[in-house]
């Protein structure tokens, strides 16, 4: 089930950005941006690599605030902790300093019970006391979704965040976002995922959007051309 964030109501704009340079310092990537992101929408990202789409992502993220449960690539995890606590590390804004304290000796109770459930989801059942930087690389990015969603907040935001798993998989990790998340912005790179499990795809290319459209308007040819060698 997705999770209840109070009066949310279904496709009540949650930010705009109207004509936005978007960058790093004085360098624009993405010149006069303007997006409307509403309640309960499933937006993909798509674009080759070093278009653009962490830079659109930091600037949603931003806006959103409190509200993202950010999920960005596997290598933000600390490589000497266990699964379990960089799962943890998702709420620890959730918990007194003196509970974080405690947890890092011995995991606490609750926290436990409820990473235990998360983790038995994204199939990491058995391997929450394994330090991260023993996983192989699709199950650290099972660990980084995991810390997102024991975010507990309302948009799901994610950098490939299935980028290192067989399809199936990634299709059953989305399938998971989704059930707790009725808003999700998502970058990533395979086309298929994004027509299966997403409303909208922005596509990014040459330092722009280049479409924006809801997918069952979208000709799989454009798709196509986003990524056709140069
Ligand atoms: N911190 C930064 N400072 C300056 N430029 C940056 C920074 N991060 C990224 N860039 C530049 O911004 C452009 C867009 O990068 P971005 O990471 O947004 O692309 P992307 O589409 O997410 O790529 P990928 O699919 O490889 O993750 C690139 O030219 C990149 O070099």
Redesign the pocket.
């Known amino acids: 089930m997705a999770q209840d964030h109070g009066s949310a109501r279904a496709g009540e704009a949650l930010l705009q950005l109207d004509g936005v340079d978007l960058?790093?310092?004085d360098?624009v990537?993405l010149p006069g941006v303007s997006l409307t992101l509403h309640r309960g929408e499933r937006v993909a990202l798509l674009?080759?690599?070093?278009?653009?789409?962490?830079?659109?992502l930091a600037a949603l993220r931003e806006r959103l605030a409190d509200s993202a449960a950010w999920c960005p690539?596997a290598d933000a995890l600390v490589p000497s902790l266990s699964a379990y606590h960089n799962i943890y590390m998702g709420r620890l804004h959730a918990f007194s300093r003196w509970q974080n304290l405690v947890n890092l000796v011995r995991p606490r109770r609750a926290a436990w019970h409820d990473i235990s459930a998360l983790a038995a989801e994204l199939g990491l059942a058995g391997l929450l006391l394994r330090r991260v930087d023993s996983l192989s690389g699709g199950q650290r990015q099972r660990v980084m979704i995991g810390r997102a969603l024991y975010q507990n907040r309302e948009v799901f935001v994610g950098?490939?965040p299935v980028s290192s798993v067989d399809p199936r998989q990634a299709s059953q990790l989305l399938a998971l976002t989704e059930q707790r998340h009725s808003t999700s912005v998502v970058?990533l790179?395979q086309r298929e995922l994004a027509l299966q499990h997403f409303q909208r795809i922005i596509a990014?290319a040459d330092g722009r959007i280049v479409f924006d459209a809801p997918v069952d308007t979208l000709d799989r040819s454009r798709i196509d051309a986003l990524y056709a060698q140069r």
């Open positions: 960058g790093y310092g360098r990537i674009g080759r690599s070093g278009a653009g789409k962490s830079t659109l690539q950098d490939e970058a790179h990014i």
